[in-house]
């Protein structure tokens, strides 16, 4: 876990139907840490849990950092904290920035597709991308108007005219056609997807059928998708500075399996998501089960997501 920031909630906003936003200041009243577009944090909720949320404000702000949480009623307990809990007023600590969802400096022209609470890191990017007077499109899909989040704020920004906004609800004529949007893959262009899974699987799929080069398309994913453990073996972790050779059972992670030989790892969302523990790999052929890490990073095998991820050979040798 990257050092904590001791935080207060300066302002909680209704940001739509589910949705609530909150503006984090230091406690202290400090600037707080730079950050990019596409950049998260991690918070620590009241009741214990850890979470990762994208941040939406211009990445020129150094006074304050803006957040929204959909509350997941089946979700695992963090949102329905946040919402719960955390009021104005309260304090709280946060993670400094990481982003593994950057934009790419070479693109000649931005596709920012949205979904739901997946807005979130495309605010911030639509507004570093004006603020460099970058090419740039957005749109935003989600199921009705009332569950739009930051609506308002979209409608009042300076590239407002560059997002068009489609929602479930609405007349067939303005839903979202992601066979029409992504119809001209162009070398120069990127493509940059956040949202529910259903959302995201649809969009890179088309995306990559109609040819958008995978050097273009970049994505976020804010909940990992169930993994089968039915085949899962047991495999040994070589560490490579010390050589000692950890086992890791059938039904145990990397990080419990290092844990409990008291080798801690930073560790924050457990489902391959954040990017928080990824450790170096020197030899062997991990199982990536990541949602984080790029296929060309998979392909190339030489870091791996030890929260979730496994190995496919006998033994794996980490720069540990």
Partial sequence: ?????????????????????????????AALPAFSAGSHIDVELPNGLVRQYSLCNPPSEDRRYEIGVLLEVDGRGGSRSAHEQLVAGALLRIGAPRNHFAL????????????????????????????????FEMHYCTRSLARTAFAARIAAAPYASRV?????????AQRFDAERVLAD??????????????????VLGTARRLGWAESGIHFE????????????GPFE??????????????????IAALAAQGIEVPVSCEQGICGT??????????????????????????????CCSRAKTPRLVIDL
């Fill in 164 to 172: 068009q906004c489609h929602h479930d609800d609405g007349p067939t």
């Fill in 185 to 202: 893959p162009r070398p120069e262009a990127h493509l940059y997807v956040c949202g529910p899974k259903g959302y995201m699987d649809h």
């Fill in 221 to 232: 994913y804010f909940a990992a998708a169930p993994i089968d453990h039915s085949a899962d």
């Fill in 104 to 135: 790419a400096p070479s693109a000649r022209h931005s596709v920012l597709l949205a979904g739901g609470i997946g807005v979130t890191p495309m605010l911030a990017m639509a507004e570093a991308l004006t603020v460099a007077d970058a090419s």
């Fill in 237 to 254: 972790l070589t560490l490579a500075r010390s050589g000692r050779v950890i086992a890791v059972a059938a039904g145990e992670t990397v």
């Fill in 277 to 306: 523990c990824i450790l170096p790999v020197l030899e062997g052929t991990p199982d990536h089960r990541d949602m984080v890490l790029s296929a060309a990073e998979h392909a190339a095998n030489n870091q791996f997501t030890p």
């Fill in 1 to 29: 876990m990257n050092a904590w920031i001791e935080a207060r909630v300066a302002r909680r906003e209704t940001a739509a139907e589910g949705i609530v936003s909150f503006e984090l200041k230091r406690a202290d009243g």
